[in-house]
């Protein structure tokens, strides 16, 4: 299965190439097609996140009345969920989605002539940073430098932006996360990763950047502006009534 994907996506890159005359700007067309794509899927995850939001004290007043009862606190908070159409899974599958194209990428460039240049900004898509500076040196690998600050910086800015819309407890390790993700993502573009897939990151990056300040805004103000008016009208019902707890028995002297 992995192969044909692999097969699948090489044709779709060479393909590419044939109507750009450019394996960088074919890479870049790739992402795009694929964000276009996701759309629809980030639209649905978007709204699921804003009703989490507007239901959040809801759930964290039901894990505090059951918290000594595991198994009724998943009952009530299913409930919730399944009244205010959450799916909590469903912000994770867009990402899940692009991941394999994300790792196929470093099996198609392979087969990717070392000429594959992206204009004449960057001369292979095919390698590293590490490598081209031990090929050519710092100065000619000053562009393919500036991508991997742009993939590094381009890890940090999204998660700053959700952490926005996030409860003040919540910013700082959303903060600290992101910090932490964006060294370790500046040291495998430099020591490992292709020009190509940092292409691909970049240009996804921005375009999550730009859609989450454009449309998704728009979309989570509009979807928990509906949610409240929703749970306004059919309050979720949460019943307080705990177990009664026996007293366990006492072993006679």
Not at 30 to 36: C, E, P, S, W
Not at 69 to 76: A, C, G, I
């Amino acid at each position: 299965m992995w192969e044909w994907f692999i097969n699948f996506l090489t044709w779709v890159l060479n393909s590419l190439y044939g109507f750009t005359h450019d394996y960088g700007l074919a890479v870049i067309v790739l992402t795009l097609i694929i964000r276009l794509l996701l759309t629809p899927l980030m639209t649905h995850s978007t709204k699921s996140t804003a009703r989490m939001q507007v239901v959040q004290p809801k759930l964290q007043e039901i894990q505090e009345r059951y918290a000594d009862d595991p198994v009724r606190m998943q009952e009530e908070l299913r409930k919730v969920y399944a009244d205010m159409k959450f799916n909590p899974l469903g912000g994770c599958l867009p990402l899940l989605l692009q991941m394999p194209v994300f790792f196929g990428l470093f099996s198609v460039v392979r087969a990717v002539p070392e000429w594959a240049c992206f204009f004449n900004i960057l001369p292979s898509i095919s390698l590293s940073v590490a490598q081209v500076v031990e090929q050519s040196g710092i100065v000619a690998a000053l562009p393919y430098v500036a991508f991997d600050v742009a993939f590094g910086a381009l890890t940090f800015l999204p998660m700053v932006l959700t952490a926005r819309n996030q409860p003040a407890e919540q910013r700082s390790s959303s903060y600290l996360m992101g910090g932490v993700m964006s060294i370790m993502m500046l040291w495998f573009g430099w020591a490992s990763c292709p020009a190509a897939v940092l292409l691909y990151y970049v240009t996804s990056s921005l375009w999550q950047v730009i859609q989450q300040q454009v449309i998704t805004k728009r979309v989570m103000e509009k979807a928990k502006a509906e949610a409240e008016a929703e749970a306004a009208n059919r309050p979720v019902e949460v019943d307080v009534v705990r177990r009664e707890k026996k007293p366990r028995p006492h072993k006679k002297g």
